[in-house]
């Protein structure tokens, strides 16, 4: 039996994971910046899964979280920094009032959220679930913010892979392809300050045609992650999904061939002369 503590429990993945993980036996802190829409998901599992306020933002709030799981589970074995949203535009289109917040949600409610769990995880070890996504993997036009923000949970999640080791806590980066979860409906915002300029790299249309018919099945993806988070050996990225997998392979392989062709150049040139 393990205890997880799970944000952004009112939707998506991390409802669905709240709800896997307590079905199988497992006892949850589920949380949400609303509380009241993720209480009624709780009642069926009686004490196993207890709902508790957090907006990730507030380190505060994360702290009081951990320390409610150690009082009510008497500790803490996996933490899922799930919250988050995203937002699509151009980089020139984007505003700071915009994609400030969203940092400040995917990023840093996300070292918050880690910074508040590590004093209970190192003493026991346990699993760190971190969301990113094939927007983590490789950058595209019209996504660019989304980029950076899940960029920087990939390279937190690598530094803090290096930095627990030791004292047997893991990391695993869950990068989705599409699923049919809201992340297209609820969990997108549009830059406001659309310009003609960057009209064939919108993202506007690709979200109105396929939010709520993407090909992914959430509840198998979350099966998966549920295997890897109990495997012995669990991998540090888990792309999920054809497309996430068709990302990662082009993302290699153009990253190869930049290496491979300026290879004699960056090698051969003599950096440390004048």
């Known amino acids: 039996m393990k205890t997880w503590l799970i944000t952004g429990c009112s939707s998506g993945f991390g409802q669905r994971l709240a709800l896997a993980a307590a079905q199988r036996g497992d006892r949850v802190v589920a949380t949400a910046r609303n509380v009241k829409t993720i209480e009624e998901m709780a009642e069926p599992f009686g004490g196993r899964m207890i709902t508790v306020p957090l907006d990730v933002t507030d380190a505060a709030g994360a702290r009081a979280a951990v320390a409610e799981a150690v009082e009510s589970f008497g500790g803490l074995d996996v933490l899922v920094n799930n919250a988050g949203y995203g937002l699509f535009g151009a980089i ?6 915009e994609y400030r917040p969203m ?5 840093f409610g996300l070292i918050e959220t880690t910074k508040a769990a590590l004093p209970v995880l190192r003493r ?10 094939g927007a983590g993997i490789a950058g595209g036009g019209g996504a660019g913010y989304y980029n950076a923000a899940k960029f920087a949970v990939e390279g937190i999640s690598e530094a803090l892979a290096g930095e627990l080791k030791p004292f047997g806590v893991r990391v695993l980066i869950v ?6 979860t809201d992340f297209l409906g609820r969990s997108i915002t549009m830059a406001a300050n659309e310009m003609p300029e960057y009209a064939t790299s919108s993202r506007r249309h690709y979200r109105e045609t396929n939010n709520g018919s993407q090909a992914g099945d959430p509840d198998k993806a979350v099966a998966v992650i549920l295997q890897a988070v109990d495997a012995d050996e669990a991998p540090l990225h888990l792309p999920l999904g054809p497309v996430a997998h068709v990302i990662a392979e082009r993302k290699l392989a153009a990253f190869r061939s930049d290496i491979d062709a300026w290879r004699n150049i960056t090698i051969a040139t003599d950096f440390d002369q004048p």
């Open 92 to 97: 020139e289109e984007g505003t700071p009032e």
């Open 103 to 107: 940092f400040e949600v995917n990023v």
């Open 124 to 133: 026991s070890g346990g699993t760190i679930v971190n969301m990113s996504s």
């Open 175 to 180: 990068e989705p392809g599409p699923f049919r």
